[in-house]
């Protein structure tokens, strides 16, 4: 039973346009939620988060949304950059921050931006 | 400062041999964590370790285990290989302090492929 889902396993945009990659989850305890990017061949690195408390968080061309009550966060990316070309990992914790090592992964969503 | 190195980068084996993986956190990190990337599955949670202790366990069988030294050094080890063993395998750290996030620092993974 998938806790955080990523239902689009792929994604292309326009270089310029707005990119946006959606999670949904199913366990109302999780309290912090991240995304993580990663380039083949490499590991995943942190993008930006977001805690329950709050329903947006913005970093530079990166936004994300949380929407509580339909479990849903979107990542905003604007404008998207043939650089962002990458597999994107939403990701859940719910534990408590005395076991923050445990996240819980969708299965990821590959961005691919076009010149 | 370096950040999360991970060994071997790439290693072969045959079915029902036995594999070590070793994890060198960021200097100061307490924690680490463990987790295998599979195509199908996305990046899951094997297990998290803190002070030499192992705080959680993911649904793994036990044909995988770990440790943590004291030097927060961390190996797995994985026994009596299956083919479906075959995976990306990745070592996070992260900071224990209350002030974090949840964010994880990954290596770049361990390619291990059963033949």
């Known amino acids: 039973d998938q806790q955080v889902k990523q239902n689009s396993p792929s994604l292309s945009v326009q270089e310029g346009r707005i990119s946006i990659l959606n999670c949904d989850y199913t366990?109302?305890?999780?309290?912090?939620f991240l995304w993580y990017k990663k380039y083949p061949a490499e590991g995943p690195t942190f993008l930006i988060s977001i805690s329950s408390i709050k329903d947006k968080n913005e970093d530079g061309r990166f936004t994300v949304f949380l929407n509580k009550s339909a479990k849903h966060l979107s990542l905003h990316i604007v404008p998207s950059q043939p650089g962002d070309s990458a597999v994107y990992f939403c990701?859940?914790?719910?534990?408590?921050?005395?076991?923050?090592?445990?996240?819980?992964f969708g299965k990821g969503t590959k961005l691919s931006v076009k010149p | 400062k370096a950040g999360v190195t991970q060994t071997p980068r790439y290693l072969i084996k045959t079915r029902g041999q036995q594999v070590t993986l070793s994890c060198s956190p960021i200097s100061g990190h307490r924690s680490v964590s463990w987790y295998q990337q599979t195509p199908g599955q996305g990046l899951q949670f094997l297990f998290e370790y803190f002070s030499e202790t192992q705080r959680n366990k993911g649904n793994f069988p036990g044909r995988f285990s770990g440790r943590q030294f004291s030097n927060s050094r961390s190996e797995m080890n994985v026994s009596t290989l299956e083919l479906g063993d075959s995976a990306l395998y990745l070592c996070?750290?992260?900071?224990?302090?209350?002030?974090?996030?949840?964010?994880?620092?990954f290596g770049e993974g361990s390619r291990l492929t059963v033949l």
């Open positions: 990701a859940a914790s719910g534990l408590g921050r005395g076991s923050q090592g445990n996240l819980i």
């Open positions: 996070a750290s992260s900071l224990t302090s209350r002030s974090n996030t949840g964010e994880l620092f």
């Open positions: 366990n109302s305890m999780f309290d912090y």
